[in-house]
């Protein structure tokens, strides 16, 4: 009996069995199908590397595992667990969301930053540019081991039939963080060699002995 994979989407078991041939040299076979029933479940929990990175993290661990279970042994280890399980999940939607929707809001942030900072070049507006340049970096690498890790285990699940897969992300971020233009002093910059030299001049400027913004 050949079936596609498409017949077993959709039966959850199959089983034949050959039949007596009674009045004909053909020997009959007979197919059982168990279809698949619902499954009412949660989504299931998985470590993400990428929480490690969050200053916040350790805090959440600590605190829903020191909390009082009021069991012993394995019971008591269950319990901590659980407890951290449900803190860690909780504080993961709450705190990063969906990571384009982070990265989106970030990038608005530094534009809306890098505004006011060229209207009133303080030193306030200067260090809030580099406290949001540094978050969006750090949003960056988090993105990276989210898609690192979730590339890895599809590797593990289908094998090399998804080999390409990190490779074509990677790609893809290189494409979307490439800078197409820049404005500086007023003007649009589009030309590839004049916004590297543009950005250097800018950290000259601002890093460079004897070249300081007058503050």
């Known amino acids: 009996m050949f079936v596609s994979e498409a ?53 959440i661990v600590q605190d829903a595992w020191e909390q ?29 969301g969906s990571i384009d929707a982070n990265l989106k809001r970030m990038e608005e942030e530094i534009a809306k930053a890098q505004a006011n900072f060229e209207a009133d070049p303080s030193p306030q507006n200067r260090t809030e540019i580099n406290k949001n340049i540094a978050e969006y970096i750090l949003l960056h690498k988090m993105e990276e081991d989210f898609w690192r890790q979730k590339a890895a285990l599809r590797w593990l699940a289908e094998g090399d039939r998804n080999s390409r897969f990190y490779q074509s992300w990677v790609k893809q971020k290189r494409v979307r963080l490439r800078i197409h233009s820049i404005c500086a002093n007023g003007q649009k910059i589009t030309d590839e060699a004049e916004i590297r030299n543009s950005a250097v001049e800018f950290f000259q400027g601002l890093l460079a002995p004897g070249h300081g913004l007058g503050y």
């Not at 989407?9 to 279809?35: M, Q, W, Y």
């Open 7 to 59: 017949w077993t989407k959709v039966f959850e078991a199959s089983r034949v069995t050959n039949l007596p041939r009674v009045s004909s040299d053909h020997g009959p076979i007979l197919a059982r199908c168990k279809l698949t029933g619902p499954t009412i479940r949660g989504s299931a929990f998985r470590f993400q590397n990428m929480w490690i990175r969050h200053e916040g993290f350790k805090k």
């Open 68 to 96: 009082p279970t009021g069991a012993i042994g394995l019971l008591n280890l269950q319990i901590k667990l659980v407890r951290s399980k449900k803190a860690l999940k909780a504080w993961n939607k709450e705190t990063f």
